[in-house]
Structure formats: C-alpha cells, structure tokens
C-alpha cells in the first residue's frame, strides 16, 4: 500500500510501503555505501534512524545469515528507491523485504530518494514519521532522537564471553557489531561483552588486558553519567573507542561534542592519519563529532582528520594507552584499510603487560 | 608532496591510430593528460599520427609530432626536443610497448629521461604473463592453473595436465588478440598455432578455463604516499568467457555482497600496491559464484578503456589525476573536480546504474566471424546511466543505432527457438537480442541462466522487460492510464517504439504523456550520490524524481549534438568537430550544450561542454532535453550522420537546425533529387538511376552502362556497395543478396578515374575550399580506405578551377550553410561529382591542423550568420602549403577473422594516421613504416606472391621489375608452400574490378601476418616510399610555420 515519508520541514515523499504498516518515526539518515544494505540495517548504531539508501537498487543479493552486524534489523526504517524482490545469491537465505517482515521494520520503496538526500544535505538530519495516513502526522509528539536513551534499548542485559586467547579483552556495549567481535577473535582474544552501564569495579573484576567502548546510537550526552566511570577505565586499561565510545572518552576527559549538520554515512570517507600521514577509505556511521578547539586540556591530540571537512576522526592520549577512532575500523559494511588499527591496540594492551610484569 | 620541480619538458605518447582494442578512450586520457601537465607550467610535446584526436590540438600539446609511433621516430625526436620525463602509460598498448622498448634499448637513460609515473618493473610485471603470476604467487593471490608456453606441444601437454576447456592468451597483443577457448585438443592447436604467431614475443598463456564466472573489475590509482583508492567497480553481464571490451557491462556490480565487494577491493590494492603503480590500474578478477573463490584474470598497469567507462560512470577523471600524480603530487592534496570542495583522495559512490553496451562492426564487416570470445571485436561502446536497470538497458540499446525495434532486433523475430539458442550459446554480438527473443517465447530465466551462466538478477530484469512489453502490446493509446504510461517510462519504452505498438504516431504519445505530466527528470552525475553539492553540470535523464538541473538564463543556449560509439565509417573525428563546436559556441558567450552517449570520448568528458547531457541521441532523447533548456537552435552538422538523421523529427517538432533542413539534406541524400539538383546548378555528377525491381535494375544498368555501382539509398560507410561488371554478374548479385536488397536500389556508373574530396565553407554566397585531397586509390574504393594526399600531387591547375567553380555553383545552389564536403571523380579528362555531404567529414581535422586553421570555430560562425569574408578573409581556395600530408587507412584485420582485405566500395578501416613531409615519397615512406601489419616493404627482403588479372599485367610489369630490382623474388604459385615460409614479404593480389578473386590467399596471409596489396596504385606509392632517402623530423607547428613564410 502507498506509505509516506514526512519530513520534520513537512515536505512528503510517496512510495510503497511494504511489511509492518504500522507508524513509525525517527531521525531520517542517508547512507552512501553502494553495497551493505543488510550490514546497516542491523547495525545498532542505526537504532532510532530511518536510513535512506542513495544507492537505487536494494536487495539485488538478498539477506543471508553470515552478514547481520547484530541479531536483528535495528533501523526504524529502510527507504530505498528500486526493491529488488529476489535475493540472487546463493548465500542468501531471505529475500530484503520478508527479512524487514520478520523483523517488523517498515520498508518503503519507490522513493525519490535522491531527493530526500539533498533535502538532508541542506537541512540536516532530521526528524521523520513514515506513515499510511498523512492526516495522522504530528511531529509535536515526536521527540528528538538527541533526547532519547536508545543505547540502553541496544546494549546486552548481562555479559557474554567469548573465545579463548592470551588477552583478555572487555567489550564495553553501546550497541556493538558483530564484526568487532570477530576482529578480536581473530586477533586471539578473549572477549568479554559487557552492558553499556557496567561500573568500574564491574570492569575491573574481569581482569580485562584491555577495554574497547563501543560504537552505538544516539547522543553521547545522553551518557554523561557514565563519564567518570569511563575516565577511570580508561586511566586503568589501555582502551579503545570506536565511534559513539571515541565520542565518550573524548567527553570523559573533558572535550566537547557537537551535531553535525548531516552525518557521515558511507564506506568512501577519507580520512587521513596526522602522525604517518597515510590516508585510509573508511566506513563511518556518525552525526556527533568531537570539537577539536574543546581538547585543549584533555591529553589528546588529534591522530586522525577527515580530509574533506576537517572533522577529527580520532584521538591519541598524550601520556596513556588511549586511542580512540570515530570511523569503523571493522568495516561491514564498507572498506577494511584501517582494520590494522585492532593490532595497534592489541600492541598496545600487550605493552602494558609487559610493563606490568617489570613492575 | 608537491610536484617534482625538476620537470620543465614532458614527451607523451599518443596511442596512434583507432583500432579494436585502442579507440578514443586514449584521445580522452591524452588529452586530459596534457592539459593536467600543461596547468602546471610544464611544456607537453606530443607524437601522435592519429590527426582525428584532439589531444594533438596546439591547445593540449605545445608542441606536436604526427611522427610515426615507433622507437627509431621516438628517440629522433627525444634527441631534439630532450625531454626531462616520458609519459607513456596514457596512450594505451602502444605507449606502454614503446616505453618498455625505449628503456630496454638504454634511450631513456642515454637521454636522461625520466619515465614518470608507474615504473617500468612495475610496467613489466604487469604486462608479462610470467612475471605477473611469480608476483601473484608471492602475494599469495590465486590465478588460473596455467603455464606460459612457446610451443604447440607444450600447450598439448599442459592441457593433457589440467583438462579442457583450455583459454589461450598471447602475450603483448591489442584486445587479447589471437586468443581463444579450445574445447579440445584440434581447436587448441588451431587456436595456438595463431596465438605464438600473433605474439611479438611468440608467447602464449594457456590456462585452465574458469568460464562462467562472474567477472568483475575494479578500477585502482594509487600515489606515492602509497594512498590506494578504487574508482569503481563494474560486473560484466556476460560471464568470463567473452573479452570485457565485448561485453555487457554493469557499474556498481549489483550481485556481489558488501563482502564480496570489499574482498576483491581489497585485493585489488594489495595488487597495486605490490606493483608500485602510480596512477591508475585496472584489475579483473574471476568470481565463482557459488563461493568465494576467485582468480585474477588480468591487470593493466595504465589506463584503459575501462578506465575511460569508470570515469564517465563516476564523473572521477582517472586519467587526470593520474597525469597530476605522475608529476608528484598526492591524492588528498588534489581537490575533487566535481564538486569542487572535496578532495581526489575518496572513492566516489554512485547513485544510478550505469550499462555499456559494446558496438560491433558486422553491419559493415558481413563476413566477419560473429562469434565472441577471448578476443575483442567492438570498434566502440555507448553507455547508459539510469536510476533502474531496465531503463538502463533500453538507453543503452538505442544508443547503439544499430536497426532495432526496441529491444527487437528483426532479423531474429522469425528465426526458431533452436537457431535462437545458438546464438545464445554460442554467444556472437546478437546474444543479449536472442536472450530477449527466447524470453517472449516463454523459455524461463532459469533455462538461459543454465546454457549462459549469466546472472539471475541480470535475466531477470531483461524478463521485467518483456513482460512489459507484453502489457503495452495489450493496452492502446485511448486506454492506458497515467501510471501504466509512467511505469512504461520508468521502464526505459521510447514514445516511437510505443506508438509503433499502437499504431500511432510517435507524437501521439507525447503529447498524452505530456498530459499526464510525465517527462524526465535530469538527475545529476556528482561522484557522490547527492552527498555534497557540485559545480559540474554532467547530467542524465530519469523518469522519477525530481530535477537536479538548474536552469541559467543569462546565456543564450545552443545544443550540439555528438556522434554515438565509435564504428567503421564515423569515427573519432566527429568527436573531435563536436568538441570543437562546444568550445567555439563558449568563446562566442553561448552556453554550449553537448549530447553523446560514447564514454570513450572528449565531448563527454564534463569539462568540454557547459552542460553535457550523457543520453542516446534520438529524437525523442533529444527534444526532451530541448523542452527542458529551451536553447536557440541544435547544431547537427558535426555528428556526423547520426546528427544528420535526426534533423527530420527535430525539424517537424519545430526546432530550429542550424545551416541546414531537411529538404536539403534530402535533396543531397535521395539520389532522384540529387540528380535534379545537379542539373539545375549545373554541375556534371556521375550518371545513377533507382531501380524499383530487380527487372528494372538490369535495363537500367544497360542504358548507363557497365561497369555500374550498386547500392541502397542513404549510404553510411558504403554500406551494402556492389560493382557489376556485366549484366550476368548483376544478376548474380541481385539474385545472391535478394533477402537484403530493400528496393529502390540506386545503380551509378562506376567510373575508375582519380577521386578528389573538399571541405567547403560557405555562408550561401562565397566558399572557402580548405583543402583539396587526392586519392591514391581509383574511384570505387571507398573513400575513407583510401591513402589520400594533399595538396594534389597529378591534378592539373585547369581541375582545381573546375572544382572551385563546380563547388561554388553548388554551395551557392542550395540552402546551407557552414561545413559541407564534396567528392569528385577525374576520370577521362572530365570532372563528376560523386558526392555531397553536408556536415564536417573525417578530413576536416587533419586540415584544421596542417593549416592551423580553426575549421569548425569558422564553421559555428557561420552558423550564427556571419559572412565568411568577415571571418576568413579569404575566399577559394586555402594557401597550399609547401608540404604534402599523406592520410592512410589503418585496418583492424588481425581482430576479426573473415574479412577479406580488398579494398573496395563498402569501408572497413578502424582509424587512420597521416605523415608529413615535403618530399612526398618520404611522405609516404613514413606512411607505410607507421602502417602496423607489416605492409611495408622498407628494409625488408624475402619473396613477393601475385596474383594479377590479365587487366592489369602490362602496367604491373614495370612495377615487377622494380621489385627484381630491389632484390625480392616474385612467387607465381605454390601459395600454400610460400605463405607458410619465411621468406612470405607480401602478397600482391589484382583481382578484375569488382571482382573478389583471391579471396582465400588473401585472408590466409592476414592470418600469417603477411601485408596484402590490392591496388595497382597502392603498390606505386609504396615504392615510391622504399625510393625515399630524404629525413625530415619537424613538428607540425614548424611545418606550418613554413607555410606562413610562404604566404609572406
């Protein structure tokens, strides 16, 4: 049936609507990725966000069981301008739109899409209510996904551990993907996931070689009570954050975030390492960034920068064992240049040791 | 970094004449090449001896060279002009083989030249099969179990090893030419047998065929920061098996996961990393698909073809920063062209899908082998850019200009489903129309997908596309409504193909549809996929959405439109008075407007006109981008015929041509009112009649007289031209080809004298003859095959005046104005017309360039109405020039098998180069030393065959002698025992006019690599070269600026 995207500016884009009929809204998001449609839209750092696809035919592949970045579709909705209704792949166990079924995720197809990325670009992300009757839009209900606390709908309830190996390392959850994990088994580490909330003496007792924080959805404000906690970790194991974790141990020491105006969503962002000046193509999923004037006084210094706004895309402590990346070193969807970023920190954790053993 | 101060003067090789597997998609790196070196204040000389490029414009190269493309002419001009760097990986095989040869040679250190860019080990691993897979073997990277082989019997061997089917790959040849899939041991030895022979280092790859897979190929730059991004990737619509170049081609691919995708980018610069590659690189990979296995089938260490097609699919100009990283700089210190804010350090993100459809030449070539395979054989492509595949498909597909239906080719509709699947199977250029023939007939996607291994995803829209059809062909004008109309559009459905179904006119449905409200929406072509904002206008049309483009309104608009792929009988040369065009109309304060389809070109390059629309050039395409930009009129008469034959349905929806209507156009082209119009100016033409029938035909052949000339209205390329020497064979030939005959037939006398051609300029009143060439070859040989010389070198004073006088009482006779071209046969003492076109022609650069005169800028003012004396001051002819320029036809027989190397009315030649010198025997020495194929008899010993007709014996016996006396020995028979010897020079073959006696010997020695004659006056001016001792090594600017102290 026809279904509707209503955009906070009240302009109206029509498609068809497919699966869960039901209203939903959120903030509308574009992702630029030609390919990863099944890695987004289980990516929990989508939780909240109606994701507009830029590329125009989605599902050409299907959905398969190998891919999902989390155990379910996470994305408030899909919107995409062609639907492929078949999945031609032999990995694919699910066609697009029965997994959005399943899944209850509305999925809106037929969508001038095109158009509702320049709209994003010129105004930013924004707030959107996708629905079947437009006499039913009232975006004065509708809060902003800035103000909502979608990490504890995306965090595990009590911890897992997984794989076996010489480090031990803690997953702090935000609504992590799957392909951290995977990175850090591959790496041979022991992987303790742990809720978003944990406290330190939570932390602590795990005996971690190492925390990673990290990517997830929404605000990192919306964490700030978590802060202290996450400045005493990371003072006491060597750590990295990825994405909304970068966000929180910027925050943690004292830095400032902001919004951007439209976020980077895509598989094609270059970002450059100040300190071996190497560029990397990067996946990234983000509308919060650090301010670089606000690390004045933190310890950090910026290692790397987007090259085409400037924008910081992760930090290096000046005296302890903290790198932080505000891309997605793991990939999935997307480019894994930076993937080596996962040994430096296990490098890193195994200095500590070494030092701890001398000491 | 920042560029490498120490370069002052850079050499670039040009790629030379167009052939299959190196068309203008080198003319669009070099020029982007040179005008990257030449905006950092380095001095760019150029050899090149294709005349029809634009890159060999004094606007890209300071200093240009139309030498011929070998080391002896390279190192001459490296020891004049001493160059402090060599760029040689954007002039495709030819500039890579002559870097590799300079090098090896020790010139480039001799001189102290620096080769820039990707280094020459980097070049070697690349291109040589054995060093490629040693690297790949050290990378851990998986190729196809394969060997390189010398011999015949180690082929055997290996394939005795791993099993049939076997590819064979010879090394260092154009197109994978000679290769091929051997299903069993006869055709491996047939095809390896051609293959060590084709190969300068007699080297082949065999390996074991992994046909079926899907192949996908990515598109690699990288600087010396060691910064690695991919351009693009594209999936081929056809399995491995048949060549990328012959290949459907898709960009993004659309079938592989996000993982996929990431593994094989991966790979691919793990790839060019290994390389040291500095620039861009194409990579192709075999993908099974059932897994994730896959094989590297092949890397170019330079930018290609493919690289031109990403390039237009993305709107990233590879060959651009490739020029700028081989002088230094880095990735992300370049800004991003397109969107002008962001930087050359990302990978763009498309949000269309993009179709390239090959363009094969078996329209022209009837007796080519069809049959596609590991070699390529499109002379060009179009491309297509759409928000759906199926729209894609069908904007490809009209692009083409070959006769469809639609997506019907006609010739297909009555054949069975058996003949139909051995099309498909056997997989020659008609497949995709096959498939699509076979799908209306009900066979299931999952029986083609068997017999193809094509992908589902891909049959599957071809199948949306029928089942479309099928709903048109059930609905009518009066019922349709406004979202069957829409979906129809959405779909790609042209309002011609529509209105064809329903039995009205093309207009009806516009008009319909216009009341609906449905018409295009030009989305734009940005890199990024809306991400950012763009300062470039390179647009495309879709029929959803809203419109990207933004309507300026302080300039008057003009459009141009192009010429379409590339194919014999309309080649670059058109691309080259289109680009010109656009960049005249901007010098004179009008926003130029371009409208091609072919990727391979400068006019499609974003940067050439102020707005370019990327779509098929019908009338349809065409009148929507006018509703749209509302310009003041549509220049034609530099698109060659494919602008030409718009003009009709332009004219009657009421748009304004420039210089030219349709009654003149028709008047020129149906030969009933050519003949009228000659007689009213006055001017003798050739005597034709038209033929209704077959009866007809033959009386009226009587009355003119044999021998006559035969051939079908409205002449592209001499397509479908017969000469008959006697009523028998007449009869023969109009039994013979009965199916394909459409009467009226036009039956011209065929008369054998020395054939001239003009370029005229006219406002109406005055002309401008531009130039004069002769013909070396007697008329009845098609002009564009023929060696031609300007200035004439037998014609008398008298002829000249006749043709200025003949030519003004035609320009002055009808209603044109701009650039025409004129054809005239000498022959007995009289002067015919044979004759005109109303547009630029395929000489109309080679004179821009030996006269330095802006031929097509004049043109477009003409169009705008100026008089030609306020802009050439000068009238008649234009100064002879104290140096001859020789034009020479370059064939692409050693790609196609088949073809019978005769010259004759019906156009086979590719492409063409020109030589200059002022002694015309060096001229034409250097003609034939630039020739590829080995036609030349310089240096060279061993032993000639002929084969002449008695017709012709008495003058062939002083050329005999001449060939003693040089030293050859002449072989009379025993053909079978002299081709396969090493002492086979050449082979001379004379057949009767119109005859095609010899045909076997012929195509036998093309296969041996032997140079065939088979004219009289051929043979003369090649021995006219070989008595050549003379040695000019000038640029053109130095040749020309002879001409300007003569004239002083």
Request: aromatic residues 8%; proline residues 4%; contains cysteine.
């Amino acid at each position: 049936m026809k279904g509707y995207i209503v955009l906070e500016t009240g302009e109206i884009f029509e498609g068809e609507l497919l699966g869960d009929q039901k209203q939903v809204h959120g903030e509308i998001v574009f992702f630029t990725g030609m390919t990863g449609y099944q890695e987004v839209m289980t990516d929990p750092s989508f939780k909240g966000q109606m994701v507009v696809f830029t590329y125009p035919l989605i599902g050409n592949y299907g959905v398969n069981h190998l891919d999902h970045e989390s155990k379910h579709s996470q994305a408030a909705a899909i919107i995409v301008h062609q639907l492929s209704n078949q999945g031609y792949h032999y990995d694919a166990n699910n066609t697009l739109s029965d997994c959005c079924k399943e899944n209850g995720t509305p999925l809106l197809t037929g969508v001038d899409t095109r158009a509702i990325v320049k709209r994003i670009r010129e105004k930013g992300d924004m707030r959107a209510i996708l629905t079947t009757d437009l006499k039913d839009v009232d975006f004065t209900i509708i809060p902003n996904l800035a103000d909502q606390d979608v990490v504890a709908e995306v965090s595990i309830p009590k911890k897992i551990e997984l794989g076996s190996g010489d480090h031990h390392i803690v997953l702090l959850d935000f609504g992590y993907k799957k392909s951290i994990v995977d990175q850090l088994l591959e790496l041979k580490c022991k992987v303790t996931i742990m809720p978003y909330d944990s406290s330190f003496e939570e932390i602590e007792e795990m005996k971690p070689d190492g925390v990673l924080l990290s990517n997830g959805p929404g605000n990192p404000k919306k964490l700030t009570d978590l802060l202290p906690s996450i400045k005493k970790i990371a003072i006491r194991f060597p750590t990295l954050g990825i994405c909304l974790g970068h966000q929180l141990l910027a925050l943690a020491f004292g830095a400032d975030t902001e919004k951007l105006r439209f976020g980077h969503r895509g598989a094609n962002q270059p970002v450059i390492d100040c300190v071996t000046n190497k560029v990397y193509m990067t996946s990234q999923n983000h509308s919060y960034v650090v301010k670089p004037q606000s690390l004045e006084y933190t310890g950090f210094t910026p290692k790397f920068i987007n090259i085409n706004d400037q924008s910081i895309e992760g930090l290096l402590h000046k005296e302890l064992p903290i790198i932080t990346l505000q891309f997605h070193p793991e990939a999935h969807p997307g480019p894994s240049d930076s993937a080596h970023y996962f040994t430096d920190f296990i490098e890193m954790v195994e200095k500590k040791g070494r030092e701890k053993t001398y000491a | 970094m920042p560029k490498q101060e120490q370069l002052h003067t850079v050499l670039v090789i040009g790629s030379g004449p167009i052939v299959i597997g190196q068309a203008a998609e080198f003319d669009y790196a070099g020029t982007q090449a040179c005008l990257a070196l030449k905006e950092e204040g380095i001095k760019v000389i150029l050899v090149n001896n294709n005349p029809a490029t634009v890159m060999t414009d004094e606007a890209c190269a300071d200093v240009v060279y139309f030498e011929p493309l070998t080391v002896n002419s390279i190192k001459q001009i490296i020891d004049k002009e001493k160059p402090d760097g060599l760029l040689a990986t954007l002039g495709g095989q030819t500039g890579l083989n002559l870097a590799l040869a300079l090098h090896d040679q020790g010139i480039l250190d001799e001189y102290d030249v620096e080769l820039l860019g990707t280094p020459i080990d980097s070049i070697k691993k690349g291109e040589d099969r054995e060093a490629f897979r040693t690297l790949m073997n050290e990378l851990n990277e998986p190729v196809p179990e394969s060997d390189i082989v010398n011999t015949v019997e180690g082929a055997i061997t290996f394939a005795e090893k791993v099993g049939y089917p076997i590819i064979v790959r010879p090394a260092y040849t154009l197109g994978g030419a000679g290769g091929g899939i051997a299903s069993d041991e006869p055709e491996l030895l047939r095809i390896i047998k051609g293959g060590l022979a084709l190969s300068p280092i007699n080297q082949c790859l065999i390996e074991k065929s992994i046909a079926g897979f899907k192949e996908i190929e990515y598109e690699v730059m990288r600087d010396d920061n060691d910064t690695c991004i991919t351009i693009c990737n594209m999936e081929n619509i056809d399995p491995v098996g048949i060549h990328t170049g012959d290949s459907i081609v898709v960009a993004p691919s659309q079938t592989l996961t996000d993982i996929e995708y990431q593994m094989l980018r991966s790979v691919s610069i793990k790839i060019i990393r290994a390389l040291g590659i500095v620039g861009g690189c194409n990579i192709q990979f075999a993908l099974d698909p059932y897994s994730k296995t896959y094989y590297l089938i092949e890397v170019n260490p330079r930018v290609s073809r493919s690289s031109a097609l990403a390039s237009k699919a993305t709107g990233y100009p590879i060959a651009r920063m490739a020029a700028k990283l081989s002088i230094g700089y880095q990735l992300h210190e370049l800004i991003n062209p397109v969107t002008g804010h962001t930087y050359a350090s990302f990978e763009p993100a498309l949000d269309y899908v993009v179709v390239k459809f090959p363009r094969w030449p078996f329209d022209k070539l009837v007796h080519a082998e069809r049959q596609l395979g590991t070699q390529m054989k499109a002379t060009g492509e179009v491309m297509a850019i759409e928000r759906n595949l199926e729209a894609g498909i069908q904007k490809a597909v009209r692009s083409l200009e070959i006769k469809v239906e639609g997506l019907t080719l006609p010739s297909l509709k009555k054949m069975t489903e058996s003949e139909l699947w051995d099309l498909v199977i056997k997989a020659d250029d008609r497949r995709f129309f096959a498939i699509m023939e076979l799908l209306r007939k009900g066979i299931s996607i999952n029986d083609v997908h068997e017999a193809t291994q094509i992908n589902l995803f891909f049959l599957n829209a071809f199948h949306n596309l029928v089942v479309l059809e099928n709903q048109i062909k059930n609905n009518t004008l009066n019922s349709v409504t406004k979202n069957e109309l829409s979906l129809y559009k959405t779909n790609g459905f042209q309002d011609h193909w529509i209105g064809m179904v329903w039995g009205v006119s093309e207009s009806a449905i516009r008009q319909k549809r216009k009341l609906f409200g449905i018409v295009p929406r030009y989305k734009m072509v940005d890199t990024c996929a809306g991400e950012f904002t763009a300062s470039t206008s390179y647009y495309y049309s879709s029929w959803s959405g809203e419109e990207d483009v933004e309507l300026t309104k302080d300039k008057k608009k003009i459009i141009i439109l192009g010429s379409g792929p590339i194919r014999i009988g309309q080649g670059i040369e058109f691309d080259y008075c289109s680009v010109h065009g656009a960049l005249s109309l901007n010098r004179l304060g009008y926003e130029a407007i371009i409208i091609n389809n072919n990727p391979e070109t400068v006019s499609t390059d974003y940067a050439t006109a102020d707005r370019l629309y990327f779509e098929p050039l019908t009338v349809e395409d065409v009148l929507n981008i006018i509703d749209l930009e509302q310009p003041e009129g549509v220049v034609v008469g530099l698109g060659g015929q494919t602008a030409i034959s718009l003009v009709e349905g332009l004219e009657k929806a009421g748009v304004h041509i420039y210089g030219t209507t349709i009654k003149t156009i028709d008047q020129l082209e149906d030969r009933g009112k050519f003949y009228e119009f000659m007689n009213e100016v006055n001017v003798p033409h050739i005597p034709g009649v038209t033929a209704e029938n077959s009866q007809e035909a033959i009386q009226k052949a009587i009355d003119i007289g044999f021998p006559v000339l035969i051939r079908p209205s409205y002449v592209i390329g001499g397509q479908g031209m017969m000469i008959a020497t006697s009523k028998e064979e007449l009869e023969d030939i109009l039994a013979v080809n009965h199916h394909d005959l459409a009467y009226p037939i036009l039956i011209d006398a065929y008369y054998p004298g020395i054939e001239l051609e003009v370029d005229v300029l006219t406002d109406g009143e005055d002309i401008y003859i531009a130039g004069l060439f002769e013909q070396v070859e007697k008329a009845g040989v098609h002009s564009g095959d023929s060696i031609a010389v300007t200035p004439t070198y037998s014609i008398s004073d008298s002829t000249k005046e006749l043709i200025l006088q003949y030519t003004k009482q035609m320009a002055n006779g009808m209603n044109l104005r701009g650039i025409f071209n004129v054809q005239f046969v000498h022959y007995k003492g009289a002067l015919y017309v044979i004759e005109i076109n109303p547009r630029a022609s395929r000489t109309v650069p080679i004179l821009s360039k030996i006269n330095g005169e802006p031929l097509i800028e004049y043109t477009i003012d003409l169009l705008l109405g100026k008089k030609l004396k306020e802009i050439t001051k000068k009238t008649g002819f234009a100064p002879t020039p104290p140096f001859y320029t020789v034009k020479a036809p370059v064939f692409s027989y050693q790609k196609l098998s088949g073809v019978d190397p005769i010259l004759e009315a019906e156009m086979k030649s590719t492409g063409e180069l020109i030589s200059i010198s002022s002694d015309l025997n060096e001229a034409f020495k250097k003609t034939f030393e630039a020739l590829e194929g080995g036609s030349s008899l310089v240096g060279s010993k061993g032993s000639i065959f002929i084969e002449v007709d008695e017709s012709y014996l008495q003058e062939f016996e002083k050329y005999k002698q001449v060939l003693l006396d040089e030293g050859f020995t002449i072989i009379e028979d025993e053909f079978d025992q002299w081709i396969h010897s090493n002492e086979a020079a050449l082979l001379i073959s004379l057949p009767k006019a119109g005859y095609k006696t010899g045909m076997d010997k012929r195509i036998e020695a093309l296969k041996q690599r032997v140079g065939v004659i088979t004219e009289l006056t051929t043979l003369d001016v090649m021995l006219k070269g070989n008595e050549s001792t003379s040695s000019h090594l000038l640029s053109i600017e130095e040749w020309r600026a002879r001409t300007s102290e003569l004239v002083q």
